[in-house]
């Protein structure tokens, strides 16, 4: 019974704590900038039907989702980090994306990367997960190069940062306050 109290407080004491995080865009912009990321995302939608051989990070997700708000939310600059680099520094021209619509997004995904870092202490930033990078390093390896940043090897890309995006904004929404 006394185990159940202490560990009843606990979480109360967590979730509590949770929501302190007190951060003016994330309340404000987040939701809007990450609406718009993925409306971009769709532009680029190219009709390959290639699978992945990366396996998604669900669990780095689910276990993000019971850290403190600030880890969650580095956790996303991270990600929104990682996935600016995929499409920044490698050879998109055999896909079939319009440019401009790559520009938009990369500058959408930056500027969400941005804001963010500016509400959480810089030690959590500087701070990487090691299972993302791989991750995203896998993508790189095995689906870009292995693929020889082919059509279908971008659409794969492409999907897979879509299931981050709508991931990564389903872990942040509990933390934006409904003003």
């Known amino acids: 019974m006394l185990h159940r109290l202490v560990f009843?407080?606990?979480?109360?004491t967590l979730a509590g704590a949770g929501f302190?995080?007190?951060?003016?865009w994330l309340d404000h912009k987040f939701k809007q900038f990450s609406d718009t990321s993925l409306d971009l995302l769709e532009k680029m939608v190219n009709n390959a039907t290639n699978s992945t051989e990366v396996?998604?990070?669900?669990?780095l997700y689910r276990q993000a989702s019971e850290e403190?708000?600030?880890?969650?939310?580095?956790?996303?600059?991270?990600?929104?980090?990682?996935?600016?680099?995929?499409?920044?520094?490698?050879?998109?021209s055999s896909s079939s994306w319009q440019q401009i619509t790559v520009e938009k997004f990369l500058g959408v995904?930056?500027?969400q990367a941005d804001e963010l870092h500016s509400c959480v202490p810089e030690s959590l930033v500087h701070k990487k997960n090691r299972k993302l990078r791989m991750y995203f390093k896998r993508l790189l390896d095995h689906i870009l190069k292995k693929q020889g940043y082919s059509a279908e090897a971008w659409e794969t890309i492409r999907k897979e940062t879509k299931a981050h995006l709508l991931r990564a904004q389903r872990l942040l929404s509990p933390l934006i306050s409904s003003k």
């Open 68 to 92: 403190s708000a600030e880890n969650q939310v580095a956790l996303t600059v991270q990600v929104l980090k990682e996935v600016s680099a995929l499409f920044e520094e490698e050879d998109s």
């Open 8 to 12: 009843a407080c606990a979480l109360v």
């Open 20 to 24: 302190s995080l007190r951060c003016r």
């Open 55 to 59: 396996d998604f990070p669900h669990h």
């Open 109 to 111: 995904v930056n500027r």
